[in-house]
């Protein structure tokens, strides 16, 4: 049970809520207990579960990896000149591992996971869910 979900994003950063996307494909495989392994398929976009109850936590984090990688940074060689995002992607991850039971995932009160663009804004942006049964 494997599906690919595009999106488009909007912003040269930005984390987006896929929660209910996942949900809604474990729902109509029929899955109730197993693993959910989702991974964004670009090297400047990754997965990441985080709070999805107060907005101002999304504009901290992409805030403060802006901090710790800025775009701009004169030692940086890659010449597409998107360093930044390589390195927020290596930090945040390209993939999570998440729980199911009882045909939804097992995730805390207030967490969601999020695709996270650091590269944007792009057009067809892609990220898999596997399904595992277990």
């Not at 959910?36 to 901290?60: L, R």
């Amino acid at each position: 049970m494997q599906k690919t979900f595009h999106l488009d994003t909007n912003n040269h950063s930005q984390m987006i809520d896929i929660t209910r996307e996942i949900e809604r494909f474990i729902q109509e495989e029929g899955l109730q207990d197993g693993i959910a392994v989702v991974s964004s398929m670009h090297t400047t976009a990754g997965i990441t579960v985080n709070e999805n109850a107060d907005p101002d936590v999304k504009t901290d984090m992409l805030t403060r990896l802006d901090e710790v990688y800025p775009w701009d940074h004169p030692k940086d060689k890659h010449m597409e000149g998107n360093t930044a995002s390589h390195l927020k992607v290596s930090t945040v991850g390209h993939a999570q591992t998440l729980i199911i039971s009882g045909g939804s995932l097992v995730l805390g009160t207030w967490q969601g996971v999020y695709f996270c663009e650091f590269d944007g804004p792009r057009r067809n942006r892609k990220y898999v869910v596997k399904l595992m049964e277990g």
